[in-house]
T-cell receptor, first 115, second 115 residues
Framework: DGGITQSPKYLFRKEGQNVTLSCEQN?????MYWYRQDPGQGLRLIYY???????QKGDIAEGYSVSREKKESFPLTVTSAQKNPTAFYLC??????????????FGDGTRLSIL | AQSVAQPEDQVNVAEGNPLTVKCTYS??????LFWYVQYPNRGLQFLLK????DNLVKGSYGFEAEFNKSQTSFHLKKPSALVSDSALYFC?????????????WGAGTKLIIKP
């Protein structure tokens, strides 16, 4: 079955440590997204990519970094500069090519906590 | 400014009764509107969308939504609620006047269906 796989499901970060969240899709989608979800809030966009080797900052990019070397993969690194990383992180993809009328497909998320 | 409002944090409905989850929006251009559902510790699942055409849109799991341009609303409805419909529901909008075409998310409404 086609879909989006996020790993790990749970992740713990020590002070001063960078951690990387994996996101892989086999839907052949061009666009991929990273969101942060905090309790009682909607989704906030961290980064997005509409094509390989290109990505754009979202609303809350500070303290995060991404790469898009392959169409299928869009890993997110939470750096030590992100002082409040505890959240549920969601990766999504869509077949959208800038028109905006296609839904996004989501992975099952990674829950990140601080040790 | 672009925004999405889900005015109710929580909606309680008895099983078998009709349900409505409200969403209003504010955008500059024409909206593309989406509803998603999220079960605990899972990613979001796409339910339905309005792009153009018929104001009444039918989606997955018996849900439907009505686009009302004059009231800038896109309420989610179901004629007969099931206990399994209990989840968190998100409304999202894209502003066709925004070249970014990024989704603007509501804060979510928790739907509780009581047996």
């Amino acid at each position: 079955d086609g879909g989006i796989t996020q790993s790990p499901k749970y992740l713990f970060r020590k002070e001063g440590q960078n951690v990387t969240l994996s996101c892989e899709q086999n839907l052949n989608h061009d666009a991929m997204y990273w969101y942060r979800q905090d309790p009682g809030q909607g989704l906030r966009l961290i980064y997005y990519s509409q094509i390989v080797n290109d990505f754009q900052k979202g609303d809350i990019a500070e303290g995060y970094s991404v790469s898009r070397e392959k169409k299928e993969s869009f890993p997110l690194t939470v750096t030590s500069a992100q002082k409040n990383p505890t959240a549920f992180y969601l990766c999504a993809s869509s077949s959208d090519r800038g028109v905006g009328n296609q839904p996004q497909h989501f992975g099952d998320g990674t829950r990140l906590s601080i040790l | 400014a672009q925004s999405v409002a889900q005015p109710e944090d929580q909606v309680n409905v008895a099983e078998g009764n009709p349900l409505t989850v409200k969403c209003t929006y504010s955008v500059s251009g024409n909206p593309y509107l989406f509803w998603y559902v999220q079960y605990p510790n899972r990613g979001l699942q796409f339910l339905l969308k309005y792009i153009t055409g018929d104001n009444l849109v039918k989606g997955s799991y018996g849900f439907e939504a009505e686009f009302n341009k004059s009231q800038t609303s896109f309420h989610l409805k179901k004629p007969s609620a099931l206990v399994s419909d209990s989840a968190l529901y998100f409304c999202a909008v894209r502003d066709t006047m925004d070249s970014n075409y990024q989704l603007i998310w509501g804060a979510g409404t928790k739907l509780i269906i009581k047996p």
